[in-house]
């Protein structure tokens, strides 16, 4: 017959049974050991209850509250609650977590040990503190019984003094201890004898405060009743014990000192496994680097140092990182950081330098000096030159290379948030410039990158609020200089900055996908004035708005529709209308990519192909694009300012024209700044220009106001 698998309330009681039988040895209680289980049931309960319950402050709320009623179980002896640590840490899950995320449940036990030796330790000095008010009353009512050869009371004092779960000593003014309690004695070794009779100065601790002796001085002299410090002891086999010491003065009848009563809590596993906690929440457990929290500990120290201290700081970021962890997997990843890590360790040996661990790929590596700006040059080339050599991984050798951003200065000027903000931007200049390199921090490059990122984070706001504006620059028709239509020219007035130019805010809306929606409300807001100048200006002839098109927005489903939906519900004729996409969009763009370009153009849009001549597209690509007019760079013209011109530019320019004229394609020329110029344009058969010398970019008003003025000067 086969067995029904347990239950969960089958599983509890096996842990609750397992957790008895781990503590019942060192439990002072009169109950039997099933009795004793029965009383552990409904604490198991409550872990089993809060390990399942992702909130910290649940887990830190029930695990004190189970510290705590382990007290009120008798459990006072600090070997309970070492076993009871070690019996939630092994079994909790095992028996208790059920089907759940194993790492997760595993984090949310190690949460509840910790806020059940917190419970344990409150709960175990809240009846130290009991017991200690005890005795001290007991103690004060017993002095003239110390000073009258111990009178009737001294009974109910010696039941209290050797029965307190607390250590207790009494020792005369001169230190010799004349008294200890069994508890006292259990804490130093079980014997006796090498503590009766012995001087507590002889107890000194490297570890000991400054002030501990100091007040113990003030003590025996009178001038103090009492003082209360955490003192370390040497026990006789050279172990330390760590303990919580009150120390109060006995005085006789006439109030004059006699005695001095120590009280002593034995600290030393709670401050173990304190220390292991602190160990594990400033260590990163996959490569035991300090991390985030120890390093800004340290860094902040160090920027506290004061004067004439000064620090460096290299911000590493491994290059590639993240092919790795796609294609080899996560593990073959944690093993690499691993290795990383033993490296960079290896280069932080000397004293003031340490290394940690960010977080992900990145690592930090601070030393501190007053030559830190050789040093700090010095630790990132040893950094680089240990991830010259290859790492191996699952039979794979793998090239490693970083970047790295320093930062080196004098303490006290800057927060520990600043530098490693300073760090993380010059870092990734590093990797800007090709990686596997290191670049000292530059204030300038910082406060373009800080800048730029708060235009980034602006962005979308600022379209919300109505922030951009659009300037129009004419184009001229060069055959009789008549205006022919406009360059439409979007701005960002910033609040704090000003108007910003599109040659600082396209490339971050382009990196943030801001760029579609603000595209299409530049199309829009064009198109509108074209009609308006089409109602102003008949008697003028067709006027056409020239609007840029960015390669995110080519690749946007909506492009055709967008621009449909808007020409028809301003009423604007297509061929009013002309999309000017650059040359480097096109080079070696496939029929997918071309094919709304092809649609718009057979709609009637015109199509021009902007900064001609800046890439590398072959002439012959002219022919299979759907362009209508060529907008010629102005590196060119530029040879064309003043008279004579440059021959070669002369014949260059000339040799395009005639190819495009060829192809049945318009030649438009930008960066037009002279008379000389717009003059050889005009000889050499260009269609239309536009610059500084017909106008500057304005407002639509002031589309037929032209300069005619050299602007070169």
Known sequence: MNREPDGPEDRLRRFATIWSRAIYP???????????????????RRLSDALHDASINTATAEGQGVG???????????????????????????YCGGDGDQEELRARSARLQHAMAAGFAGALRERTLAEQEAISRAALSARSAVAEALHASEARFRAVFHGAAIGIGIADLDGTVLEVNDALVGMFGGLEHQLRGRNVLTWTHPDDSPHVW??????????????????????PDGTVLWTNLTVSLLRDADGLPQYQLALMEDTTERRLLNLRLRYEATHDALTGLPNRTLFFERLEK?????????????????DGFKTINDSLGHAAGDRLLVEVADRLQSCATAPGEMVARLGGDEFVALTTGPDTETEVDELAGRIMNALTTPIRVDGRELTVRGSIGIVEGPAGERGAAEVLRSADITMYRAKSAGGNRYELADPEADARAITRHGLTTALPAALERGEFFIEYQPLVRLGDGSVRGAEALVRWLHPQHGVIGPDRFIPLAEHTGLIVPLGRWV?????????????????????RVNVNLSPCQLTHPGLVSDTVEILERNGLEPGALCLEVTESALIGADDDLLKPLRRLAEMGVDIALDDFGTGYSNLANLRRLPVSV?????????????????????????????????????????????G??????????????QGWYYARPGPPDRLHQLALVDATG
């Open 26 to 44: 060192v439990t002072a209680t009169s109950l039997t050991r099933p009795e004793f289980e029965q009383q552990l049931v409904p604490l198991a």
């Open 214 to 235: 100091r007040l113990y001085e003030e003590l025996v002299r009178g001038e103090r009743e009492h003082y209360r410090v955490e003192k370390a002891f040497y026990r």
């Open 676 to 689: 000389a110029q717009a003059d050889q344009l005009r000889e050499l058969g260009c269609d239309t220009a």
């Open 302 to 318: 160090a920027l506290a140092a004061g004067q004439d201290a000064r620090f460096g700081l290299c911000y590493l970021d491994l």
């Open 68 to 94: 705590a009623a382990l007290i009120g179980t008798h459990c006072t002896d600090p070997e309970a609650l070492s076993r009871s640590l070690d019996c939630v840490d092994a079994y909790l899950v095992l």
């Open 523 to 543: 199309l829009e807001e064009s198109v509108r004035q074209a009609r308006t100048w089409e109602a102003r200006h008949a008697d003028a002839g067709p006027l």
């Open 630 to 674: 060529l907008k010629l760079d102005r590196s060119f013209t530029q040879g064309m300012q003043h008279y004579p011109a440059d021959p070669t530019d002369l014949k260059i320019v000339e040799g395009i024209v005639s190819l495009a004229h060829s192809l049945d394609l318009a030649v438009t020329v930008e960066g037009v700044e002279t």
